[in-house]
């Protein structure tokens, strides 16, 4: 079984810039493809970035290229999403996933809140 926790999330203005991070523990996460995932107020959850087994392959949702960044660190079972540039609708839960391969996620973390103020 795997566990994953968020940690980072908070209030910020916009244009600001938060870096969220997602540790895993019970599996090294170098064996998962990993990603994230939000859900804002009175939206369906949609994916926001996910990053292959690899490293060298990174994919993105069109709203947030150019401003997020998804990374990882396997030493650290640790996958960071950094995101700048941060927008009103950027507002959501923020949930990190885990998965044999990107787009089949079985593992998903409670979530952290990411609030952007105008």
């Known amino acids: 079984q795997v566990q994953l926790e968020e940690s980072g999330g908070g209030l910020v203005q916009a244009g600001g810039s938060l870096r969220l991070s997602c540790a895993a523990s019970?599996?090294?996460?170098?064996?998962?493809?990993m990603g994230w995932f939000r859900q804002g107020p009175g939206k369906e959850r949609e994916f926001v970035a996910a990053?292959?087994?690899?490293?060298?392959?990174?994919f993105y949702t069109d709203s947030v290229k150019g401003r997020f960044t998804i990374s990882r660190d396997n030493a650290k079972n640790t996958v960071y999403l950094q995101m700048n540039s941060l927008k009103p609708e950027d507002t959501a839960v923020y949930y990190c996933?885990?998965?044999?391969?990107?787009?089949?996620?079985?593992?998903w973390g409670q979530g952290t809140q990411v609030t952007v103020s105008s």
């Open positions: 996933v885990g998965g044999l391969i990107v787009g089949k996620y079985v593992y």
């Open positions: 019970g599996r090294t996460s170098s064996t998962l493809a």
């Open positions: 990053i292959a087994r690899s490293s060298e392959t990174t």
